[in-house]
């Protein structure tokens, strides 16, 4: 049995007529017919009283017509109840951002939106540099990126003219070392020249690491390192500091457990901090309605 069958003995037991019938249910009058008969086989019953002029329904098809109508409603708020949680997957708005931001930053920011049932973390761009999520936003791969951001100069061969952008928050990238067995740092900048500090580097084209090597440049003293790896996770940068195989510059509120337990300390005072922003990037010519009712939404960032 076929739900059009129901609504054509619906729509039969409304016009009484087959004609009318078949033209509202758009098919034949023979195409109608054969329909009301084959339900009427599948039921076992006579369902048309067909000597009435007009037709009539039998005691029979007045109680499946109850049934008839009940059952195509459901299957219409059914459907339309699909459509609507198809159509709300749909505009679910995704937003990629480096894998230093997922376990902090990004809850509490969705949180204070209160969006965070309509906006998904794109987990493929946890792998990206920074170029990366403005290509991916240029494509309509992602929504919206997150993306830390320097304060102060720094060249960046990213293009970002197509892009608008709203501060969301503040980072600063901090100098942390481990601690050796009396609890005393492991490194402590600027190092010299006869023992320069291991230090543990994002990618050179990377962002994280193009902020650091500009912000040490603007200094008045030297420092003095010697790269041990280059790694474009914080965290895994963050696991090696731990184990004592260098110091590097980590983002503070994913350091900041560690150096309450002592686990971590600073290499340097705050003169050697890296003071950045956290953007939230769209590129201009990518619109749909959730998208551009959530931009809209967004408030300034007090600071």
């Known amino acids: 049995m076929e739900i059009r069958w129901l609504e054509d003995f619906i729509a039969l037991a409304r016009t009484r007529h087959f004609s009318r019938a078949a033209d509202e249910q758009n098919v034949t009058q023979p195409t109608f017919s054969r329909r009301i008969k084959l339900l009427e086989e599948e039921m076992g019953v006579t369902l048309i009283n067909r000597q009435t002029l007009p037709l009539s329904l039998t005691p029979a098809g007045e109680e499946f017509l109850t049934l008839c109508e009940q059952v195509t409603e459901g299957v219409r708020l059914t459907r339309d109840r699909v459509r609507e949680i198809n159509a709300g997957q749909k505009r679910r708005i995704m937003v990629a951002a480096p894998q230093s931001l997922l ?80 609890s005393r740092p492991r490194a402590l900048l600027p190092g010299s020249q006869q023992q320069p500090i291991p230090w543990l580097a994002y990618p050179k084209r990377g962002l994280l690491g193009s902020a650091v090597k500009a912000h040490l440049a603007r200094l008045p003293e030297s420092s003095y390192l010697t790269a041990q790896s280059e790694n474009l996770y914080a965290a895994g940068i963050k696991e090696l500091v731990l184990l004592g195989y260098g110091m590097s510059w980590l983002p503070e509120r994913n350091v900041t457990a560690e150096l309450q337990q002592g686990s971590l300390v600073r290499a340097g005072d705050r003169h050697w901090d890296v003071p950045m922003e956290l953007r939230l990037y769209r590129h201009q010519a990518q619109h749909h309605a959730e998208l551009d009712s959530f931009w809209s939404e967004l408030t300034p960032l007090r600071t």
């Open 103 to 182: 376990g902090q930053f990004l809850p509490e920011w969705l949180a204070s939106t209160g969006w965070q049932e309509r906006i998904q973390p794109y987990l493929r761009a946890t792998g990206w540099v920074a170029s990366d999520y403005f290509q991916a936003l240029k494509r309509g791969e992602c929504d919206l990126a997150i993306c830390y951001w320097p304060l102060d100069r720094c060249d960046l061969d990213i293009d970002t003219s197509d892009c608008r952008y709203r501060v969301i928050g503040h980072e600063r990238l901090i100098p942390v070392t481990g601690v050796d067995e009396q």
